[in-house]
């Protein structure tokens, strides 16, 4: 079983950065793919970034690449996001997902959220001035 907690969100300001951090607590990190989704009031929740298991390899879609990135840290089981020139439509409730897979992050990208074993109860980002 895994367990997966969230932190580091926030209000912010447009332009300005956010770090969010994606702890992991059991076993199976080894084979864990994370990703990091998003989800706005009355929207889908979507993947933005994810970051494999097994070759580190990366998935970001458009509306976030060149601001925002992804960093697995093997030894703290954790995987960060970090957001850069934040906009307003970057509000939403991020989430941190896991799936037990070897296969590489964009493979599992094309997945789908419901593809996803473990999931953290979410936290709020606000960009607004």
């Known amino acids: 079983q895994v367990h997966i907690v969230e932190s580091g969100g926030g209000l912010v300001q447009p332009g300005n950065s956010l770090r969010l951090s994606c702890a992991t607590f059991?076993?199976?990190?080894?084979?864990?793919?994370i990703g990091w989704f998003r989800q706005a009031p009355g929207t889908e929740r979507k993947e933005i970034l994810g970051?494999?298991?097994?070759?580190?390899?990366?998935y970001s879609t458009d509306s976030v690449k060149g601001r925002f990135s992804i960093s697995r840290d093997n030894a703290k089981k954790t995987v960060d996001l970090q957001m850069n020139g934040l906009k307003p439509e970057d509000t939403a409730l991020y989430y941190c997902?896991?799936?037990?897979?070897?296969?590489?992050?964009?493979?599992?990208?094309?997945?789908?959220?419901?593809?996803?074993?473990?999931w953290g109860q979410g936290t709020q980002v606000t960009v607004s001035s």
């Open positions: 059991g076993s199976a990190w080894n084979y864990l793919t």
């Open positions: 970051v494999s298991s097994s070759d580190g390899s990366t």
């Open positions: 997902a896991g799936l037990r897979t070897r296969e590489p992050a964009l493979q599992v990208a094309q997945l789908g959220s419901d593809a996803y074993e473990y």
